[in-house]
C-alpha cells in the first residue's frame, strides 16, 4: 500500500463546488488503494480578507494574535473537506497543524518546522482514514500557535511527505503545472515536464509563486519528487525532482 501526500492550494478549495472537486480526486486516490494524508490551504482569498479584517481593529496587530487568526483560514478547508468525504461515505479526520504534531520554531509568521511527531497521523491512517492536515501553521515550544509565511501549506505538505516517508507528494494547483513563465502573464510561456530542484528554486527566487521556497529546499534535501499539476484540468503536471539541469 502507498502513501499519498495532496497538497490542494486556495484557488482549488474556493468553495464548496470545488471542496467536492478535489474530494472526488482524492477519493480516487483512496479507491486506488492509498492511504492519504491530504494538506489544504485556506480558501480563495480568505487569508488576506483576515489580514483586512484584523487591520480594520488594528494596523498592526501583534503577530502572536495574527497567527491565531491566520491559522483558522486552513482549519475552516479542512473541516469542510472532512465533512464532505463523510457524505460521500468515506472516513476521514482534520487534523489542525499542532494536533498533527507540526512542531515550529517560535518566529511569528515566518516560522520553521523543527519536528514532526507523526503519531496522531498515523494512528488515524491505520484506522483506514483519510487524514486531512491544515497546512501553513504549526505550534511553537511554548504551546503558541505559528504560521509558515505565505504560501507555506506546500512546505507542510512536503514535511509531512519526508517525515511519513510518503511515495509520492502531489501539489494541486490552478495551472497546468510548472511554466517557462507565469502563464497567466505571458502568453508565450510554455509548460515543462520535469525540472530540477535548483532550477525550480532559481525560478522561485526570481518571484514564481507556484511554490514554496521552502518546500522546495526541503524536497530537495530529502529528494522528494514533487508533482505539480492542476486540479482543474486534470492534465500531466511537471515533475520536479533531482534530473539534469536543462536550458530553461
Ligand atoms: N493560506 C496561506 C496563504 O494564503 C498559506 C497557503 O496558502 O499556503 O499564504
Ligand atoms: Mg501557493
Not at 483586512?52 to 478547508?77: F, H
Not at 516517508?165 to 490552478?174: E, K, P, S, Y
Not at 530537495?220 to 519528487?225: E, R
Request: hydrophobic share 40%; proline share 2%.
Amino acid at each position: 500500500m502507498a502513501l499519498i501526500v495532496q497538497k490542494f492550494g486556495g484557488s482549488s478549495v474556493a468553495d464548496s463546488h470545488r471542496i467536492q472537486h478535489v474530494c472526488n480526486i482524492i477519493a480516487k486516490t483512496y479507491d486506488a488503494g492509498n492511504q492519504v494524508v491530504v494538506v489544504l490551504s485556506a480558501q480563495g482569498d480568505t487569508t488576506d480578507l483576515l489580514i483586512e479584517k484584523a487591520k480594520e481593529l488594528n494596523p498592526c496587530p501583534s503577530a502572536r494574535e495574527l497567527d491565531v487568526l491566520l491559522s483558522t483560514g486552513e482549519q475552516i478547508s479542512v473541516a469542510l473537506a472532512a465533512m464532505c468525504m463523510e457524505r460521500m461515505g468515506y472516513s476521514a479526520v482534520s487534523l489542525t497543524g499542532w494536533q498533527a504534531g507540526i512542531e515550529t520554531s517560535s518566529e511569528h509568521s515566518v516560522a520553521k518546522i523543527t519536528k514532526i511527531s507523526k503519531g496522531a497521523i498515523t494512528r488515524e491512517l491505520e484506522k483506514g482514514r483519510i487524514v486531512f492536515v491544515a497546512g501553513f501553521q504549526g505550534i511553537d515550544a511554548q504551546g503558541e500557535i505559528t504560521t509558515l509565511g505565505r504560501g507555506g501549506s506546500d512546505t507542510t505538505a512536503v514535511a509531512l511527505a519526508v517525515a511519513l516517508h510518503a511515495d509520492a507528494c502531489q501539489i494541486f494547483t490552478d495551472v497546468d503545472g510548472v511554466y517557462t513563465a507565469d502563464p497567466r502573464k505571458d502568453p508565450n510561456a510554455t509548460k515543462l515536464d520535469e525540472i530540477n530542484y535548483d532550477e525550480m528554486l532559481q525560478m522561485v527566487n526570481a518571484g514564481a509563486q507556484v511554490l514554496h521556497d521552502r518546500c522546495v529546499i526541503l524536497a530537495m534535501h530529502h529528494n522528494i519528487p514533487l508533482e505539480v499539476c492542476s486540479s482543474f484540468t486534470g492534465n500531466p503536471g511537471t515533475l520536479v525532482h533531482s534530473m539534469a539541469a536543462q536550458k530553461l
